[in-house]
Nanobody
């Protein structure tokens, strides 16, 4: 079992920045990648960004490219999502997830086995 805990959400004005953190613990020794997803009210959960533990490859959805940066603490099961130039449409609950699989679609929620409870991000206009 892997426990996933997010933190760092909050209320910010449009154009501002927030940094989300995600820590995985428990049987986390075989994590291959960690990802961030978000779900806005009335919408389906969507992929935001992911990072692989081998090679530190990153993947972003188009709407956040150039604004969000995903990174990993060296040697730790901790990842961050630096969110800059936030827009009201970024308002959502952000979820962190982990996967132990390799060569999967890291932008698909189905590839992830363990999820956190989510952290609210609200961007005011």
């Amino acid at each position: 079992q892997v426990q996933v805990v997010e933190s760092g959400g909050g209320l910010v004005q449009a154009g501002g920045s927030l940094r989300l953190s995600c820590a995985a613990s428990g049987r986390s020794g075989s994590i291959s990648a960690m990802g961030w997803f978000r779900q806005a009210p009335g919408k389906e959960r969507e992929f935001v960004a992911a990072i692989t533990f081998i090679g530190k490859s990153t993947l972003y959805t188009d709407s956040v490219k150039g604004r969000f940066i995903i990174s990993r603490e060296n040697g730790q099961n901790m990842v961050y999502l630096q969110m800059n130039s936030l827009k009201p449409e970024d308002t959502a609950v952000f979820y962190c997830a982990t996967t132990q699989y390799l060569s999967v679609n890291y932008d698909s929620a189905r590839s992830y086995a363990y999820w956190g409870q989510g952290t609210q991000v609200t961007v005011s206009s």
